[in-house]
């Protein structure tokens, strides 16, 4: 590339590193929930309830938040 002919950036290439960064944070967050479910699912018969249903609101919370990341989008 050089000073002479720039590249013009498209709202499509926009709208397409947008998706491409949702996408990659909503698989990080997938991974995320899974490695914690991994994780804590061995201790869940030593664990009190409270702990549980903490663990349980946090993994609902990150799908939620994966899931709405291209809710509605192109």
């Known amino acids: 590339m050089n000073d002479k002919d720039p590249i013009e950036i498209t ?3 926009r709208q397409a590193m947008d998706a491409a960064k949702r996408q ?5 967050l997938r991974t995320l929930a899974a490695n914690i479910r991994a994780d804590a699912q061995g201790r ?3 664990a009190e309830p409270g702990w549980r ?7 609902l919370w ?3 938040t ?9």
Do not use: C, F, H
Request: negative net charge; charged residues 30%; aromatic residues 6%.
């Open 62 to 64: 990150i799908e939620n």
């Open 53 to 59: 249903a903490g663990v349980e609101w946090t993994l």
């Open 24 to 28: 990659g944070l909503q698989k990080d």
């Open 11 to 13: 709202d499509e290439m």
């Open 44 to 46: 869940y018969d030593s």
């Open 66 to 74: 994966a899931s709405q990341l291209t809710e509605g989008r192109p």
